[in-house]
């Protein structure tokens, strides 16, 4: 923290941020809030089974991928595969409980699974927000910007993947322009592209050049998401996708994409048995595909605006299937994917906050392990924005902090201090306080303490203004983590070439 | 929520705002959630007990007060009270561990403690903020109408105290014309003024006169706030205050308020031990005034800015030490008095928002019996805001939602819609869904869900915008709730009197 308070404090503010500090990967440490008993959630698993079994789950358009089922035992017919219980599940036993996923950069390494909480951007939007342009389609150089942030923060563990589309790039390449980004801007881990196998072998390829062909089949250089189309159907983009990952023994995320009242029933309990029943079943596809290739069990799920069919980002029922899916991934031994910072509101104001805080204080009550989305995210998902991120950055500080188990030793008790201070006195100048006031409580850099009259001497600046400047800031100090130019010259010369490969598809 | 949905859209908003909706006190239906082992538990009572017997808490200027502790076994050195285990805990035994605090309108009546919940405006700020005029000091005018908003709330389980300071009002009268506003502009349970004994007793007599003197005495009308003066250390004036409610059989909620580094230990165990060592001393001595006084358990904890000093609301410390001394209190069978919607920011930003929804979030996982600033606050509790003030009950509502039961019953399972609905097709026109469409999902009515364009051509309005003309509109139709007018002029004869009679301080 001193390095952090010195650089925003000191005059020289461009000289210093490129000091990027270092923070561990957040390990979960509060006791487990589990919302069922035993005998819920074999309920859910119960129904789950039956929906495996007896309305099954569609794996459109791949017929090697029907192939596959057929040879471990599952009964498909008319593409519609069914499940019975004993086979799914011996299936789902084969993935880990926990793995490794690599970076370039060794230190930044993350552990997915059991306690451990990995935070990465958000995925997927079309749309671009700032402060000073309003809203516009988003292109490659706001996407660099974002793996940029992303690098910069001490509390986003991970690259992410598709943070924006870059649509100014050609749909069919642009998948080679993310890749580069996430290894040239950054050293943390990152996502593979999923829209088909071509794509995900290109990420393969990519991630061997910079890290090592069978570095990265002893552990995943990349965890790749993996969307079902609810209700209950996989298709072939998807499927292609999950095939070459797994093969090449890289993580997934499998993770049903639900809007409840309409991708899934309106409620709780019937979006849970579904979305379990979805995930299980991609599960067992890819331990098919491989034994034992890292997975990762996902759900995603929204309610929905019964006026405008909008999905509701941030919904109290969301909170609820947050922590009862997280309930699930955990009865069955499977690292876990969900929550973040999600928000429907289209600007970063108090909506947007008080939805993404909703999301995140589940994801953390959820003990998630991998938090797509944690910071970044507007607009139900359809727009990134880099003031948004820096303010969802700050709360993913204070969330390591929540996350950190009760402290009750001797030292935290202070009894020496509660012996002395008279009463009515003050604890400011102790020796407890001496040891510990530098450590002793989180200290955001976004959020402002200040007097109302100093904060009106400052020019009355909100949140999302403190944002901006600091995010234009962070941006003129950034500098690139070393890259092997070897490495550098090989990436840009595979891209190169596959540029002149790939056909556009129309 | 009909009549909620059709007065938002309806074309003549003012005549049907006037019909407030009814919504029934919330009752936490999840799990607890304890972040400590028995044995945690044990340690800190442990060491609060050796706070209590070998340091002591100040009881001052208040002669009569050490006599009755005297009476009771417990040993008083120059106005520091001794508590051995045995004594503190024999009386704090005596308070009931629930009761119902009644309302003018019966229908009001709100239980207090167990797995009920209360939601009560923000307390005590001298500043009103609102969007058109920014911060100024706060009025009557501006207290009336926070009373209006929390009676048109449906979420608002309680009409609150001194929501704002009412600076135009001489000090030493301000306390009658607050309760006045909550008798009139409301029939929601309230809380009395706490600056005085006799400004106590006064409290006391207006309730007796709208409540009657034998019903109040039955279960109390006014639950008020008792702070103690951390560290270690109650004034004559709030135990004055404390003994006249206590006497009345009136409620009063015992917190330390507490900046800790300051006026505790820098660090979450030692604030928790010295909280909760003040907490238990001023219960017992106010079972010692009255035995069965109904009394409520209370905390209210933020971290210090090591930059300025100032206190930082909606640190991830205070959620944890809300958590803890929620688990002490049930430890001790007590009603818990914490959290609410507390925030550092200025104005209604996406910060106030994060940090809001922080310890509201921390509030329900705690749950939290009584949760004073539930809604309205800014500014570290020096402003209070309306346009706050509603998307503060927006989240209640969602709270609401958020604490209900998770249903796993058959109707829940959905079994069904799941069985009916093709891979890849929908479910919202399913039997289930029609079934359960209308109730399956928290719906807004200050957020915004609509697409990026259709907010657009509404104004681009942001929540405070929305909030601010929300809460216009709010005014514009406000019907008070009928009052006897015998009990009115009783009461206005009542004030007539005692503004000739007080005498200001200097």
Redesign the interface.
Known sequence: MGRR?QRRRGGDEQAQAAVIEKIAQPVHG??L????DED?VQ??HQ?SM??LA?????F?DDPEAVGILQEHGVDVRDE?AYFDEATVMEYVNKAPSQFTQIARNPANNVIVGGNHMIFAPVYGPP?YWTAERG?REAKLADFVDMVKLAYSSPYMTHSGGTIVEPTDEPTHTRHLDMVYAHLKYSDKPFMGSVTSANNAADSVAMAEIALGADAIRENPAMISLINI?S???MDDRMLGALKVYARAKQATIIAPFIV???????????TL??ANAEALAGIAFAQMVQPGTPVIYGTFQT??????G???LG???S??TLL?SAQMARHYGLPFRSGGSLA???????????????ML?GTV?GRVNFVLHSAGWL?GG??ASPEKFL?DC??LG??H??MKP????D?????D???T????????G?E??MR???T?????E???????E??EAEG?K???ARAHEKYKNILKAYEPPALDPAVDDALTEFIAKRKTEIEPEF
């Not at 007896?54 to 569609?58: D, K, L, P, S």
């Not at 201070?421 to 400011?428: D, T």
């Not at 976004?446 to 109302?452: E, G, I, P, Q, R």
């Open positions: 308070r509060l006791p809030y589990n919302l069922l819920g309920l859910i129904k039956e929906v007896e309305v099954g789950i569609a459109m519609t749309f809203r189309s209700p209950r159907r409840s009242g309409a991708m899934s029933p309106a409620s709780v309990a019937g048995i579904q309610t929905i605006d019964m006026k405008s909008a999905p509701i919904a109290p029922e909170q609820q009862l429907s509101s289209k600007i970063p104001d108090a909506q947007a906050a008080y939805e993404s805080a909703n204080q009550a607009e359809l727009a303010m700050e709360m204070m969330m902090t929540l009760v402290d009750i030793s030292e935290a008790q202070a009894m201090s509660l012996r201070v008279e009463p009515g006195g003050h604890h400011l102790t407890h306080t510990n006031m530098r002793a409580f989180y200290q955001a976004l959020f402002d303490y200040n007097s109302a100093q904060w009355k909100d949140a999302v």
